[in-house]
């Protein structure tokens, strides 16, 4: 049976990740965590993808006498957990295989092999948990062998408060997702998600677990505001666990808000479709923006997730509206473009972020400006990382596009929509779906041009040296997944059926059977795309040009040194950096998004001193929701400091008054 | 046999776009000198330019890449193919269900980023530069472009151009406010896309103020000449897509035979002269402004289109 086959992988991890303890500091230790983590993620990669094809009749339920005495561990794979599953485990296994070739890097392997597969293992268990209490203590436990992971080099400046950060950010989100799941259960208790589902709760109580669930999932996945402690943390980690946690455990965050709100709540209110997709919207652009101000390529990728965590977002909230106004073949279409954005995503983050770590292992530095010229000395890593960037951009023939392009098509059903607030409201979270498209490929030229291309601006950047034959197989698994989505998208269309009809009760038509493989949402009349036939026509038309080019005119080459309007300079430093590259959007946007001031310190006349310019950025959502935070804590902290230093008196006096009011309460409340 | 004649419309398109696209560029140049009263290059200069480069060597610079090899035939290819899916003297081409209007947004987003990519290639200030600053109108110019297709397609029930342009000759559209806003936001962007004055010189050099020129400054020879025919295409191919979606008449309509078609490329014609004209009046008339006062021309375009769907969305039936 299906299930049991994932629970015994899942065993096999944590039984890993013991054994990992105990052999930490062998040299075997990374081939073994890394080959069984690899072997175990590919065969739960098998078995959930033939459980998503094949969704009703491999679906299962199964309970283990673990956990809470009176409800014990319930899990169950349908086509939901199954889709993530393949997210999942697709992640893991490619993260394993890039990790056993980075591994080898890993200064204090102790630190990360051990809590490698327990974190693949929470990932999995959250997926299959089927009661609220084993969901609630997988996501901790995800949580917490995640943290670990980001501590692992704990000497590096920052990565101490990320960790510190991401500690607080996620007690915080699992605090809302504990009290979600104790409004949903009611006073009843009835935990286990069947019962749950059997309820229906009142507008009001929907309405409170709603925002319950952006806050705990949204806090996980990184939804604007909430998104503080991801770009700190996530490039912390080893670069195989930063492409986990960008491109795996944001998804298992969007799966808990996908359970908690379509499948356990039961109808949404039409306002959910207004909520939800605005704070996709704004978090899409923002991420995107705070991404075009980095210079760190690590921290820059893990501002890229939350723009596409914000696009996720906006399909899943078009969903809600459709449901809630009962027109499921809409939902339906957003929903898929969703999902699909979801697979997509996982698939390009990861490989991004592994090119990010090779580039890291090759010349030891994040920091875009010491870098530069890459392609010539790393050409593989330069190939996969340009699809890769290609993809996130959501440019043809790539997957990226697809997912997006759906998600347009959805937004153009939406005039049919009866409110008037989501009349006004839909095209503008169309028009920031559009901005945030069009900047994130002005981000990614900015990252791998400057990364890549151009001339190396530091000796560590002219001396990198090709990485690693297992991290690159790792890489070109995922930029082949990233064309085959992008030509072929029929097929994982499909795939994504049973799921929206377990939603939404639609499902879009069947598309690989349509001619030449053209996907058609909803009517062919009205939309269709062929990545397949545009990726022929391009190679076919660039590979024509380039036959009659060179057969017919001339294929001379001359090579000299560059001609740059007759002044070229030799020193690299006179070439474009990232910071010049984003400084017209810097002066667009940042002005009102980041206060952006630039201040230019030129010497007086005579002085030798270099010219500088000076830009300053401020975070205006730290400045506004959290430091006033900590602030608050500190104060109420430096407040109650005194009650730790009481005679015992005091502290009776204190218990004695405690106990008074509560009583009080009790009596009131009575 | 219906199949066969949309397969000989598709490639007459393809050919005709190519063939006419360094035409349409010549007769902007003729007629912006005559408007200067200079004599200005002959009509078929384009042409002699193109042959002329792809004959000559490339000089490749010593930090060149493949990167910068290969962009010039993807940035063709793509723009061609975008091309060639764009109605112009009939719809029923036999490949246009392969992308709609947004796809074909995203296709020259596709010839953008690579030419972005190559332009930073070289490592030289001048090749960032004009990255830099394509990208940050680009960043503008495609939301404002998405921002039209979305009102032609809500208008049109589809964002197909054959059938935009099919329903846009029916009669239930009419005149509209939405259309009005839309067009001239379309016209915006297109002069952005194109780098034609007011945002881009396209005669510049050795300026500051190039965008694109700044861009392809390394390139030499058949690239360069690959590079050109690229942006000559392109600004046929909105000129097309303007004539398509709000000046549909005449386009021949699948199946309204041979006379038909032979209309359709005459009324093209008309429709290319009358744009060209325009462009180069427009041009003459207007001087170039400062590259940071571009975001709010292209703010402003994607006000009107945005303006122009919400109208729409608004207007709408529930």
């Known amino acids: ?670 | 046999m219906a199949i066969a004649l949309d397969f000989l419309v598709q490639i007459g398109q393809m050919l005709v776009v190519l063939a006419l696209a360094p035409l349409l560029t010549g007769y902007v140049r003729k007629l912006k000198a005559h408007l200067l009263r200079r004599q200005g290059p002959p009509l078929v200069q384009p042409y002699r330019d193109l042959l002329r480069l792809l004959r000559k060597e490339v000089v490749l610079a010593h930090s060149a890449s493949w990167v910068f090899r290969v962009a010039p035939y993807l940035v063709f290819a793509t723009t061609w193919v975008a091309a060639a899916l764009v109605p112009t003297f009939a719809t029923g081409l036999l490949f246009s269900y392969a992308a709609d209007m947004i796809a074909i947004v995203a296709l020259l987003g596709s010839a953008r980023f690579m030419l972005a990519l190559a332009g930073l290639d070289v490592g030289t200030s001048f090749g960032g530069i004009g990255s830099s600053r394509e990208m940050m109108i680009a960043s503008l110019a495609e939301p404002a472009m998405l921002m039209v297709v979305f009102t032609v397609s809500l208008l049109a029930g589809s964002t197909q151009l054959s059938s935009i342009a099919a329903s846009m000759q029916g009669p239930d559209v009419g005149v509209r406010v939405s259309l009005a806003l839309a067009l001239v936001g379309l016209v915006m962007v297109a002069i952005a896309e194109n780098a034609r004055i007011p945002i881009d010189n396209p005669a510049t050099h050795l300026e500051l103020t190039m965008v694109h020129e700044a861009m392809i400054l390394e390139y030499s020879g058949r690239h360069l000449a690959l590079i050109e025919a690229a942006s000559y295409v392109k600004l046929l191919l909105y000129m097309s897509v303007i004539a398509c979606v709000f000046f549909p008449w005449g386009v021949a309509i699948s199946g309204q035979g041979f006379t038909a078609y032979l209309i359709g490329l005459a009324v093209y014609t008309v429709k290319l002269v009358a744009g060209g004209f325009l462009l180069a009046v427009f041009e003459t008339a207007i001087a170039k402004m400062r590259v940071f006062r571009v975001p709010d021309f292209l703010g402003a375009a994607l006000m009107l289109g945005f303006l122009a769907a919400l109208l729409l969305f608004v207007t709408r039936a529930g």
């Open chain 1, 1 to 670: 049976m299906a299930l049991a086959g994932l629970l015994w992988c899942i065993a096999l991890l944590l039984a890993t990740s013991v054994a990992a303890a105990v052999s930490a500091r062998r040299g075997w230790a990374r081939a073994l965590v890394y080959g069984a983590s690899l072997g175990t993620s590919s065969i739960a990669l098998a078995i959930a993808s033939a459980a998503l094809i094949a969704s009703p009749t491999l679906a299962g339920e199964i309970q283990l006498p673990v956990g809470l005495p009176w409800l014990g561990a319930h899990f169950r794979l349908d086509a939901l957990a199954a889709f993530f599953l393949v997210v999942v485990n697709l992640g893991s296994a490619t993260a394993s295989l890039y990790g056993l070739g980075y591994g080898r890097h890993e200064e204090a392997p102790e630190r990360v092999l051990p809590f490698y597969p327990a974190f693949l293992a929470g990932m999995n268990l959250v997926v299959l948990a089927d009661d609220a209490f084993t969901f609630l203590f997988t996501w901790e436990f995800m949580s917490l062998a995640s943290c670990a992971l980001v501590m692992a080099h704990h000497r590096e400046r920052g990565n101490v408060a990320a960790g510190y950060l991401y500690m607080l950010m996620a007690s915080l989100g699992t605090l809302a997702l504990l009290l979600a799941f104790g409004v949903l259960a009611g006073p009843a208790g009835g935990y286990a998600f069947a019962s749950i589902r059997a309820a229906t709760p009142s507008a009001f109580v929907a309405g409170g677990v709603l925002a319950l669930a952006l806050i705990g999932a949204g806090s996980k996945a990184g939804l604007v505001p909430l998104h503080v402690w991801l770009p700190l943390a996530h490039p912390a980690a080893p670069s195989h666990v930063s492409a986990l946690m960008s491109g795996v455990m944001t998804k298992v965050a969007v799966y808990g808000f996908v359970r908690i709100v379509f499948d356990l709540l039961g109808s949404p209110e039409w306002w959910w479709g207004a909520l939800v997709p605005l704070i996709g919207g704004i978090t899409a652009v923002m991420g995107v923006l705070y991404a075009l101000m980095e210079h760190d390529l690590k921290r820059l990728l893990a501002y890229h997730t939350v723009e596409n965590i914000g696009i996720i977002f906006i399909g899943l909230g078009l969903a809600l509206a459709f449901r809630a106004n009962d027109m499921p073949a809409a939902a339906a279409l957003a929903l898929t473009a969703a999902l699909l954005h979801v697979f997509n995503h996982s698939v390009f983050k990861s490989l991004l972020f592994f090119g990010a770590g090779a580039v890291l292992s090759a010349t030891g530095t994040r920091d875009m400006e010491k870098l530069g010229g890459l392609i010539h000395r790393m050409p593989f890593t330069a190939l996969a990382f340009l699809i890769g960037s290609v993809a996130i951009s959501a440019l043809p023939p790539f997957n990226g596009f697809v997912s997006e392009w759906l998600t347009f098509q959805a937004i153009l059903l939406s005039p049919a929509l009866p409110q008037w607030l989501l009349k006004f409201l839909v095209p503008a979270v169309g028009a920031l779906l559009a901005l945030s498209a069009a900047l994130a490929a002005a981000c990614f030229v900015k990252a791998f041009g400057v990364t890549f291309l151009g001339r190396p601006r530091t000796e560590a950047a002219r001396m990198a040296a090709e990485t690693d034959r297992a991290s690159l197989a790792a890489m070109f698994v995922l930029a082949a997944l990233c064309l085959l989505a992008g030509i072929l998208p029929g097929y994982f269309i499909d795939a994504l059926a049973p799921v929206t009809e377990a939603l939404t009760r639609a499902s879009l038509p069947r598309q690989h059977e349509l001619d030449w493989l053209t996907i058609v949402p909803i009517a062919e009349s009205r939309s269709s795309y062929n990545g397949l036939l545009l990726f022929s026509f391009i190679a076919l038309a660039a590979g024509l040009a380039a036959e009659v080019i060179h057969r017919w005119a001339s294929d001379a080459i001359r090579r000299a040194p560059p001609w740059d309007c007759g002044f070229p300079d030799a020193s690299p430093i006179t070439q474009y950096t990232a910071g010049s590259f984003s400084q017209p959007i810097r002066r667009v946007f940042g002005s009102v998004v980041f206060r952006a001031r630039e201040e230019v310190d030129m010497p007086a006349p005579g002085d030798t001193r270099a010219a500088r310019l000076h830009v300053r950025l401020q975070d205006v959502l730290w400045d506004a929701l959290y430091a006033p935070t900590a602030k608050l804590v500190a104060f109420v902290a430096e407040r109650l400091n005194a009650v730790q230093f009481l005679t015992i008196r005091g502290y009776l006096t204190l218990v004695f008054g405690a106990l008074v009011v509560l009583l009080m309460v009790l009596a009131i409340w009575q």
